[in-house]
């Protein structure tokens, strides 16, 4: 009689440092996402941000216009890095990757938190690139402002990790980031990144509070500016990375269970 050998599941539902070290690598090699998350929201800043103007123009809360803007851009390129690292998922199910997943003990949480730890590690790079060059071409932020937003632009942008894994998954693999990009430029126009949510009306302000941009640039920006509703930005943050961490985890299932 043959004994049935149960194949038991692995610590962490298959979560490890050697799948996000491997997951990483072979992220770094597609060199287009890497100069679209980490080199386009600097070159943003320098053409937006950094002119003369922006820095003689001071702010109450100290700092310039320029560190503004800065910041801004910080959040942007966060967005784009971490959406990005996210949607590489649609390259994986265009290979019938996911598919194979579901023949493997990995559980859907753990490959769900490695793709938002992979996006986050993108997205520190691209924040950290952003402030080096704004601090040297004339962006000012109160001393412990240049940690504290960088900090909380990064931490923030889990919410685009999880936006980008949910989009991996919900769009084709040969479309997702040509669409992906557009989107992300709307939102942050909509949620008050590149232009301030008071200079464009009552109205559109109350809308903006209701993008899932609108919370991390606040937050984001609050060290610099000390304005805005800190409760209404991170409850937007909680609940936007919750919708969209679900709809990733409902999408992964379903294209797992087509095997």
Known sequence: MTAVVERSLPRFGGFSLGMIGLELRRMVRNRRTVVFTVVMPPVFY???????????ERLDGGGNVAGYVLVSMAVYGA?????????????????????????????????????????????????????????????ELPAAAWVECGLLAW???????????FMGYLLPSENVLQILGPVLAVLSFAGGLFVPVDQLGSTFARIA????VYGVGQIARYPLTHEGNLWLAALSVVV????FSVGAMWRFRRDTARV
């Open 209 to 212: 509070a209701f993008t899932p």
């Open 46 to 56: 320098l053409l937006f941000g950094s002119s003369a103007s922006y820095r003689s």
């Open 79 to 139: 967005m784009l890095a971490t959406t990005s690292g996210g949607a590489m998922v649609s390259v994986e199910r265009a290979a019938g990757w996911s598919r194979q997943l579901r023949l493997t003990p990995l559980l859907p949480g753990a490959y769900i938190a490695v793709k938002l730890v992979l996006a986050m590690i993108i997205g520190a790079v691209s924040v950290v690139v952003a402030l080096v060059v704004g601090a040297f071409t004339g962006a």
């Open 155 to 165: 931490v923030c942008a889990l919410v685009f990790a999880a936006f980008g894994l």
């Open 240 to 243: 936007w990375t919750a919708v």
